[in-house]
């Protein structure tokens, strides 16, 4: 009986938790999720500043810092229909930005959960500003 109620009590907290994560709109998607949805037509917006960007960057996204997101929707007007996913250092300032963008009409945009630092520790590819060289020095294409 005991366990029985520990069951009933589990599922119903499972229940509760996932109609209130509903509730509220997934705003965070984990790197594997955010690969599906870019193989998907997903558009990335990396929010980091420019030299962030350089240093490494998800393959096709667009790098539009915080602070010029509102005054820069209108470049992004394209991708409504599309989901949206906006990447950080480490996921905290993209969720500001998937506001910003929800409240512009994006009803599909997300933040990469622990930002680019998540994406590296996963080991997904990143593109550099610069050509990088093999141990042997020669540039790689």
């Known amino acids: 009986m005991l366990l029985v109620s520990a069951l009933m009590i589990s599922f119903f907290l499972v229940v509760f938790s996932e109609l209130r994560r509903k509730a ?30 350089a240093r490494g960057h998800i393959v096709n996204a667009k790098n539009i810092p915080p602070d010029e997101l509102a005054s820069r929707l209108s470049q992004l007007e394209q991708y409504k229909a599309n989901p949206v996913i906006a990447v950080c250092d480490n996921g905290i300032t993209s969720t500001r930005a998937v506001n910003t963008l929800r409240g512009a009409g994006f009803e599909s945009a997300y933040g990469l959960k622990g930002g ?8 997904l590819p990143v593109v550099t500003g610069k050509k990088t060289r093999s141990k042997s020095g020669k540039k790689r294409k």
Request: hydrophobic residues 50%.
């Open 24 to 53: 509220s709109g997934l705003i965070n998607v984990e790197a594997s999720d955010a690969v599906k949805l870019i193989n998907n037509d997903a558009v990335v917006v990396d929010i980091r500043s420019a030299d962030a960007f």
């Open 116 to 123: 680019m630092t998540n994406w590296n520790q996963a080991g």
